[in-house]
């Protein structure tokens, strides 16, 4: 046949046709259909789910899911849905204006339901810190914080407080904690001791994974994030990158055997717990931050170590990676970060990992690879099938999670002096005079992270019982109770028995670093005073972390290490009054001096002793004979 000219323009009207719908129905223009999806079938295996879903996304949801927005940052509630954001979380104190359970839930079913109306669906995961117990909310048990627990040596009880926390979270709502912290602290000036357990790798490591077992292996489960990777504790003093700080986000000194023999393997015993995701530290490891590290997070965490859950950045950290936000994400991305915590922006965030892939600067393998480990992690939670059962809020400061936090506090104290084993005390002991700034405050004993980032000041906690209250409870009838804060006493009498309960004051991150972390002038001022009408001087320090009371300890008759017990305050009662023995050892060692910080474990000579060796702890026996009866 014959083509005439007509002919001819009037196929190339058809073929510019066919290329421009080819074009509108390529994925990067109009989202795959969901026709024949089946990710959500719950009877196929997750790969399976993970898989079909990511066929169907848009590049734009993809990068949505990288993003974990902090909750007083979002402009608009529809925002999760239009920007399909894969994580909120509150940062400490970051609560509903209705601070109770019921408020709770609100809050987040608010942002789960508006996840859930995107084209996709995606839930999103909603992260809590709930490293002593769900503190962010009043009424909830406050566990001891984990140096504590470290003091107990006792993984099954680990567990068991993981278990209770992920139960007081779920309740509200909160399928992610922001913990275990395996941090390894060598320098008590830190402000983020308590956090760890321990500052040795290997009971960090095994308590590490006893808590992540606690939140992730059962249903429904809580999502872990073991932190700070990696270095975290070692971070040398005066390197901090926040000019109000002084150690924390600091700089870990680039030795690699250190961070391979002991900063790695608790992270190895993370992951051989399955922790669904890992978060970075804000530290830098010599003259890179961690988040910036290729080397760090994919050779070693998910090359080497086979790590499949997903990597977090911390806080506003990738941006402090270089000048610009673009920059920053890019190196953040390329170099293994799956989510990136945005306290702030999310829309910058997502405009620039946008540019980036269009630039090729990001690579869309490296998207679908962090996409898939974030989703692979929201099926194994089982969040694409929950079903809106009603929730058991009665779990939040239940009489359950509240004998077991005691228990953990009667586990956790260690006796470091016990002069004439005048522990235990008899609850007949006849006049017990009691001082200091811990003694009556709830807020003190529970330390940070308690509501607010910095922690509360006082007893308005509902349900938690202080020191002061606990040994009041125990005494028997015939005992006399006295009690002032400064340790000023009316009669002028010698009483039996003082009880000196004092400490540091609630801090968090870098507001606890200390050039010398010690007891306060008007707790050493209460203590004199009490030392001066009293026959025996007991010391109950309530502290993040070993404090230099060197030069005073020959003063006291007992020294008991509390560290912060949390809401319980009975659990210290028990073992002073032998309802349970003293058995916990310190989980980290006790320096004489700050001139011998950071402090070398592995350092012999004499200058380098401790005042007390980790792992040292007096034992008494418990309440069916006691041995002291003053
Ligand atoms: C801390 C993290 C914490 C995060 C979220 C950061 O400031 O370093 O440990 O999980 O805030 O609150």
Redesign the pocket.
């Known amino acids: 046949m014959q083509i005439s000219p007509s002919h001819v323009i009037h196929l190339l009207f058809i073929a510019a046709g066919i290329v421009a719908l080819v074009l509108v129905a390529s994925p990067r223009n109009m989202p795959p259909s969901l026709n024949g999806a089946i990710y959500g079938d719950e009877t196929l295996p997750i790969d399976a789910r993970v898989n079909d879903l990511l066929v169907h996304m848009t590049l734009e949801e993809k990068i949505g899911q990288m993003a974990l927005v902090e909750k007083n940052s979002v402009h608009e509630l529809d925002d999760v849905a239009t920007y399909g954001l894969g994580a909120i979380?509150?940062?400490?104190g970051?609560k509903p204006e209705n601070n109770t359970p019921e408020g709770w839930r609100a809050m987040i079913g608010q942002f789960t339901n508006a996840s859930r109306s995107s084209r996709i669906g995606i839930p999103i995961l909603y992260?809590?810190?709930a490293?002593h117990g769900n503190g962010n909310v009043p009424d909830a048990t406050i566990f001891p914080h984990a140096l504590g627990l470290g003091a107990t040596r006792d993984p099954e009880l680990v567990e068991h407080i993981a278990r209770a926390t992920a139960e007081e979270s779920l309740a509200t709502g909160a399928q992610w904690n922001?913990?275990p912290?395996l941090d390894l602290p060598t320098d008590i000036r830190w402000g983020?001791i308590y956090?760890a357990f321990s500052d040795d790798p290997e009971l960090a490591g095994e308590l590490g994974a006893a808590y992540i077992r606690g939140l992730q292996e059962f249903t429904p489960a809580v999502a872990a994030?073991a932190?700070?990777y990696i270095g975290a504790g070692s971070m040398a003093w005066q390197t901090s990158s926040n000019k109000d700080f002084f150690i924390d986000q600091g700089i870990t000194p680039p030795d690699e055997k250190t961070l391979r023999d002991a900063y790695l393997p608790p992270f190895q015993r993370a992951i051989e717990a399955n922790a669904l995701s890992i978060?970075t530290?804000?530290n830098a490891w010599g003259d890179t931050k961690v988040s910036a590290s290729r080397y760090l997070l994919t050779d070693v965490l998910k090359n080497e170590l086979h790590f499949n859950g997903f990597v977090v950045s911390?806080?506003y950290?990738i941006y402090e990676i270089a000048p610009g936000t673009y920059d920053s994400t890019v190196t953040a991305i390329n170099a293994g970060v799956d989510m990136v915590?945005l306290p702030y922006d999310y829309v910058q965030f997502i405009s620039d990992v946008k540019k980036a892939v269009g630039r090729g600067a990001i690579s869309e393998s490296r998207i679908d690879d962090a996409a898939r480990r974030i989703l692979r992690a929201k099926f194994a939670l089982g969040l694409f099938d929950a079903d809106d059962a009603a929730v058991d809020l009665s779990v939040i400061g239940s009489e359950l999670h509240r004998a077991l936090a005691r228990e953990a506090v009667g586990k956790s104290l260690v006796l470091l002096k016990n002069d004439d084993s005048i522990l235990p005390l008899s609850i007949h002991s006849k006049k017990i005079r009691i001082a200091g700034s811990a003694a009556d405050n709830i807020g003190m004993q529970s330390g940070a992270w308690t509501v607010e980032?910095q922690g509360v000041d006082g007893n308005w906690l509902p349900g938690a019982t202080s020191i002061l209250a606990g040994i009041r409870q125990a005494t028997g009838p015939d005992a006399i109770v006295q009690y002032d804060k400064d340790g000023t006493f009316a009669e002028k009498d010698i009483a039996d028995i003082g009880i000196a309960i004092v400490g540091e004051k609630p801090y968090a991150?870098g507001w606890g670093d200390a050039a010398n972390p010690t007891l306060s002038a008007d707790d050493m001022a209460a203590i004199k005073r009490l030392r001066a009408s009293t026959r025996h001087l007991i010391v109950i320090l309530i502290s993040g972390r070993p404090l230099i009371i060197t030069d005073d300890i020959s003063n006291w008759d007992a020294l008991v290490a509390s560290w912060l017990p949390g809401s319980e305050g009975e659990g210290v009662a028990d073992a002073l009054f032998g309802n349970v023995p003293f058995g916990g050892k310190l989980p980290m060692y006790w320096p004489r001096s700050i001139k011998q910080l950071p402090f070398d474990w592995t350092d012999s000579s004499a200058s380098a002793r401790p005042l007390f060796p980790r792992g040292f702890g007096l034992t008494t026996e418990s309440l069916k004979n006691p041995k002291s009866n003053r």
Do not use: P
Not at 89 to 92: E, I, P, Q
């Open positions: 979380l509150s940062g400490a970051g992260g809590v810190d490293n922001f913990s912290s983020r956090e994030a932190k700070h978060m530290g804000l911390d806080w950290g915590m980032w991150e």
